[in-house]
């Protein structure tokens, strides 16, 4: 390895040029955190297929190398993205008490809890905007999706099979039963992928009358 030369030890380090050598890591990781942020505003504005690694490397100052290096290809930062995301909601979701006792007050906690780290987390919605927007040409977004939302619902479903072995619930798939949770909470993901649009869309408030109407009639 080459020696790492400073201009002048005294310098502060944020004036400091690095003659030769490699970058220390806590550098280098500064810059990956970096192109990780940048990443997600390129994806969110041009799109997966529309996002250049050339964009990347001039925006971030980080290498091709090191972004080939680090993350295999664009997939592979792109699901780096996705699973920072997922970690953060799961332990979020992870984090909330099931207490049997208490149905209403777990469940309402594990809403709250899910809405603010998968509904209103901008990260969230953006990855899971551009996985249903690129779901036919890069199905293994979507997959990675399903899969991650399976484990992280393992624990609300064991809480949900208690319930249903105590007759509190119906008896039924516990895993059904907390994806219909889910499904309520973002409206079958509409309310993310649409970004609340539809709730403006002309003749929709007749259509929920008609319906509203026909169902109590």
Known sequence: MSEIRLEDKGT????????????????????????????????????????SLDRLVERSGVSKTTIYRRFGNKEGLFLTLVERSLDRTRGALWAVPLEKGDPLGTVTRYVEAYTRGAVDEPLGHTLLQIAVAERRTFPQFAQTLLANALAGFEPLADYFASLMEEGVLLRGDPLEAAFDLQALITHGFRVMVDDHAFLQRPGRSAEIARKFLRGWS
Do not use: K
Request: overall charge negative.
């Open 12 to 51: 502060p380090p944020a004036t400091r040029h690095w003659r030769g050598g490699r970058l220390p890591r806590a550098e280098v990781d500064q810059r990956i955190d970096s192109l990780l942020d940048i990443a997600i505003e390129e994806f969110a504005e041009q799109g997966y297929g529309g996002t």
